[in-house]
């Protein structure tokens, strides 16, 4: 069995396990989630070290298909190549912080460790499916929870709103990208079609689709795709709704799920569509930096920090856009880099701020101020958090970032390189401004009785997440020599055919 299996299936068990424990014990449901998450994490560890020496099979190592409904060609497929490798690893690891951090949650533990777990199952089952049914259906599995953590457990006079709003939004960026998927599997013969990502890439590479096509369907995957990963203008749910969420749903979903677009494009859009890609790539160059430069400014005047951090991650994943807008290796590579690096540190900093608001009661930047004497620990972590936010050398938001940038600087405009450099000094004032206000200067008497995270376990998630980040950062091979060879193989596919050369064949 793959050990993709075990990692996807040990947090949907322990979800079952949980739904049959007596509410009353608090203390075996948490621990189930725990011990769930944390078997999740070696499992994903042990793949992570093992994947050069694996064997691959059509280019993936650790598959297993087992057909499920033969007669619409849907089955249960699963493997990792570089792309999604890394991005599996950073699934497990914030899964099992945010497990940490939910001893926040004193009301409905049940219900809210089962919806985390299954919210977990879901994410890395998405990542993991190479079947475009799976693909979306473990999606869709993870999302569903979202709404309801936040509608439950949210905080904020305006809960309610954000959660209409990101179910809204969401929805639409769902069913676009179904209706692009399923347009995509139309388009096989009628008597061979199939969701199986490797059998319908196998494909297209002999038979390339129908310009019209591609012309219909690209843009379908582009907008569906991009909603989901807050592409501007369609990003203002993402703040509000994460600011509103308890610290472990915002954990996983800004960290972890946001980036299921993005794999999305990358895994499916690029390498089946590349006259669409290169028609729709200068759109989307442009559109990602309303990311990179409106939503940083937008940071940079809010007063309430997780409405910071909430605008900060909107931005950053433009960097990710503009990666795949530059169509090169060097782009591709940096923007897979960046997915992981900000999924690490946006579970590190709505964690951080989770803890901040349990211990103050707000996270208004104006009413916090000195809280680095409190909390020694916190403090120093929630620092280098904001550094990393800036892109300083030895955390590996650094190496992606730098690698976009000069991917970018080859292939697009220099209008859009020179704005998204000047992003980069947007984002370094509104972070060491966060930094300045809520950690230095005089410490408010109000705050005398806060806590620092004192105890291994209360220390063990904020710890993990940035040793994480710092190991990526000082040795970035472990993720670019994994990424590049299959970067390589959807880049050449991506720009392949030239706009214009596909031959119009219509679906068959």
Not at 109 to 115: D, I
Not at 222 to 235: A, D, K, N, R, Y
Request: aromatic residues 12%; glycine residues 10%; positive net charge.
């Amino acid at each position: 069995m793959s050990p993709l299996t075990y990692i996807l299936g040990w947090p949907l068990l322990a979800a079952l396990v949980v739904l049959v424990i007596p509410r009353n014990y608090r203390f075996v449901i948490r621990s189930v989630a725990l011990l769930a998450t944390l078997a999740s994490l070696l499992v994903a560890v042990k793949m992570f070290c093992q994947f050069d020496a694996a064997p691959a099979v059509d280019g993936y190592r650790f598959g297993q298909i087992i057909p499920w409904v033969a007669s619409l060609g849907i089955s249960y497929h699963v493997g990792v190549d570089g792309i999604n490798v890394g991005l599996i690893l950073m699934g497990a690891i914030v899964a099992f912080a945010a497990a940490c951090v939910s001893r926040e949650i004193k009301t409905f533990e049940k219900e809210f460790y089962l919806l985390l777990l299954v919210m977990t199952g879901g994410i890395l089952g998405a990542f993991a499916s190479l079947d475009l049914f799976c693909f979306y259906f473990f999606h869709e599995l993870a999302l569903v929870p979202t709404f309801i953590m936040i509608g439950v457990w949210g905080r904020g006079e305006r809960k309610n709103y954000a959660t209409f709003q990101i179910t809204i939004y969401l929805s639409i960026g769902a069913l676009l990208a179904l209706v692009g998927l399923i347009a995509l599997y139309l388009q096989m013969p009628a008597g061979s079609r199939t969701f199986d990502i490797v059998e319908i890439t196998r494909y297209f590479n002999g038979h390339p689709m129908a310009l019209a096509s591609q012309q219909f369907i690209f843009p379908l995957l582009l907008f569906g795709f991009g909603i989901l990963v807050s592409l501007w203008p369609f990003h203002t749910w993402a703040p509000l709704g994460y600011g509103s969420a308890p610290a472990a749903t915002a954990m996983l979903h800004a960290g972890v799920l946001k980036k299921f677009g993005l794999y999305g494009l990358i895994r499916i859009a690029l390498p089946l569509m590349p006259a669409g890609a290169q028609q729709w790539m200068h759109v989307l160059a442009l559109l990602c930096l309303g990311n990179i430069l409106y939503c940083g400014w937008v940071a940079m005047r809010q007063k309430d920090l997780n409405l910071l951090i909430g605008n900060s991650s909107v931005a950053h994943m433009g960097f990710c856009f503009l990666g795949l807008a530059s169509l090169s290796l060097l782009g591709v590579t940096g923007c897979v880099v960046v997915m992981i690096a900000h999924g690490l540190l946006a579970a590190l900093t709505f964690g951080l701020s989770g803890w901040l608001r349990e211990q103050t009661g707000t996270l208004e930047i104006e009413k916090l101020g000195g809280l680095l004497r409190r909390m020694p620990f916190i403090g120093a972590v929630l620092i280098m958090a904001m550094m990393a936010g800036c892109g300083l050398p030895g955390f590996a938001n650094f190496v992606g970032e730098l690698a976009v940038m000069f991917g970018a600087w080859k292939s697009l405009s220099p209008f859009v390189v020179v704005a998204a450099w000047g992003a980069l000094v947007v984002g370094a004032i509104y972070m060491l401004r966060a930094v300045r206000n809520v950690l230095h200067g005089p410490l408010d008497p109000v705050w005398a009785e806060t806590r620092d995270a004192t105890s291994l376990w209360r220390k063990l998630p904020f710890a993990l997440l940035l040793v994480a980040l710092l190991v990526f950062g000082f040795f970035p091979r472990l993720l670019t020599d994994k990424i590049n060879p299959s970067a390589e193989i959807i880049v050449e596919a991506a720009t392949a055919t030239p706009v214009g050369k596909i031959a119009a064949r219509p679906a068959q």
